[in-house]
């Protein structure tokens, strides 16, 4: 298995600019989990899903951000419009049951000028 | 809420034994994990213990548990350069998603 897959791995971009973050999941996992990290206030949840339906987004910084799991191989995080403050390394995760250790990808490291 | 503290640097001389310590709150806790994060990549799950477990070793990996105190630890035998890196402590109960400590940076000094 190749393991959780994101994509991009780099991403600058401008304040102001939509930024859309991917991720692929390990095959037959079936809750993912958005998180970000900061020198600042560490690793944080964002969201999750099980089962490709959102459980809880309560750590969504605002409504610029957005998550979406079309189906159970691929999900986006979206920020609109993306502010300087978002600059972080933003990791996909996925699991195969609630209490199941979390396989983690490589992360995007987001840079917003 | 639940919560996990960890204390944030720790620096050790190679070929001696580092610990890392690892408080948590939720007393429900099922699993307690460790992970471990290198430069540049994300987290790697390194070990794990039940919680009705008070050890487990794993080659040059101890992890004890304390469920009375709510205390981990991760004690790394021999510990080498390739050992640099963030370890993060977890912890999960019931159908809620794992909780992160901050981390712990360890320093290996040849």
């Known amino acids: 298995d190749a393991g959780v897959i994101q994509s991009p791995r780099h991403e600058v971009t401008e304040m102001g600019q939509e930024v859309t973050l991917r991720c692929k999941p390990i095959s037959g996992h079936d809750y993912l989990f958005w998180y970000r990290q900061t020198m600042m206030r560490g690793l944080e949840l964002l969201i999750y899903f099980n089962n490709n339906v959102p459980i809880d987004d309560s750590g969504m910084p605002e409504d610029r951000f957005s998550a979406k799991m079309p189906n159970a191989s691929f999900s986006t995080l979206k920020i609109q419009p993306s502010e300087p403050r978002d600059s972080a390394v933003y990791f996909c995760a996925s699991s195969g049951g609630s209490s199941a250790p979390l396989h983690f990808g490589n992360g995007t490291r987001l840079t917003v000028t | 809420g639940e919560d996990v503290e960890q204390s944030l640097f720790l620096s050790v001389r190679e070929g001696d034994s580092s610990v890392i310590n690892c408080t948590y709150t939720?007393?429900?806790?099922?699993?307690l994990y460790w992970y471990k994060q290198e430069p540049g990549a994300g987290l790697q799950l390194l070990t794990y213990i039940f919680s009705n477990m008070d050890m487990k070793q794993d080659q040059r990996l101890t992890v004890l548990l304390n469920k009375k105190d709510k205390h981990l630890s991760l004690r790394i035998a021999d510990t080498q350069t390739g050992d640099s890196a963030i370890y993060f402590c977890a912890e999960v109960s019931g159908n809620t998603p794992l909780v992160f400590g901050k981390g712990t940076r360890l320093s290996v000094i040849a």
């Open positions: 939720d007393s429900s806790s099922t699993y």
